[in-house]
């Protein structure tokens, strides 16, 4: 089971801004990393580190983390970020080094 | 760029041993963790192991049992194998290079990804 919580869904109106939300004890020691899945598509890497971008991701994405939580926010989101966001990080008990967050649905309205 | 491309049976029937081969091209496969990962219909994902260059390896728990992850000799490509499938390994089966960063806050993410290769169990 994952150890990383997400809410399932948020929506956004179009242009406005959303923050994605992940929590887990080990977010307290390892920064997570963020991917964008769209429907029938491999995940895409979004943010990575402590706020880095891919080349090719837009400023809009940035990262942050306080204690437990990292968080996504999209800033301006556009039609094109409407898509299911996982957070990613390692297991705090070590024997699971890499585990996945729950999911979070973002709907553009 | 780096490009990833899994490969293998779209059908496999239960008990029997998914394999699956992930070839990597435009790039090294050197000073990386070559990563396999799972999405069964409609759900999240799933870390199922991997192999660093030097042919160490790490897998999920759940799964160690049954996975074997190795890499080619002549390292341009590497493979999973998952034994004894059931109904429950129905998934997209993706490969994804992983980059681990040491510091004060370490972290790891995968960077390239193949495109996925949906693979069922069933007879």
């Known amino acids: 089971s994952s150890e990383l919580t997400q809410d399932p869904a948020v929506s956004v109106a179009l242009g406005q801004t959303v923050r994605i939300t992940c929590q887990g004890d080990?977010?307290?020691?390892?920064?997570a990393t963020w991917y964008q899945q769209k429907p029938g598509q491999a995940p895409v890497l979004v943010i990575y580190g402590k706020n880095n971008r891919p080349s090719g991701i837009p400023d809009r994405f940035s990262g942050s983390t306080s204690g437990n939580t990292a968080s996504l926010t999209i800033t301006g989101a556009q039609a094109e970020d409407e898509a299911e966001y996982y957070c990613?990080?390692?297991?705090?008990?070590?024997?699971?080094?890499?585990?996945f967050g729950t999911g979070t649905k973002v709907t553009v309205l | 760029q780096v490009q990833l491309q899994e490969s293998g049976p779209g059908l496999v029937k239960p008990s029997e041993t998914l394999s699956l081969t992930c070839t990597v091209s435009g790039g090294s496969i050197s000073s990386y963790y070559w990563t396999w990962i799972r999405q069964p219909p409609g759900k999240g994902l799933e870390w199922i192991g991997y192999?660093?260059?030097?042919?160490?390896?790490n897998y999920n728990p759940s799964l160690k049992s049954r996975v074997t992850i190795s890499l080619d000799t002549s390292k341009t490509h590497f493979s999973l194998e998952l034994s004894s499938v059931t109904a429950a390994d129905t998934a997209v089966y993706y490969c994804?290079?992983?980059?681990?960063?040491?510091?004060?806050?370490?972290?790891?993410?995968?960077?390239?990804w193949g495109r996925g290769t949906l693979v069922t169990v069933s007879s």
């Open positions: 994804a290079r992983c980059i681990a960063v040491a510091g004060n806050h370490p972290y790891w993410y995968f960077d390239f």
């Open positions: 192999i660093y260059y030097s042919g160490s390896t």
């Open positions: 080990s977010l307290r020691i390892y920064y």
């Open positions: 990613q990080s390692r297991d705090s008990s070590d024997n699971h080094p890499y585990v």
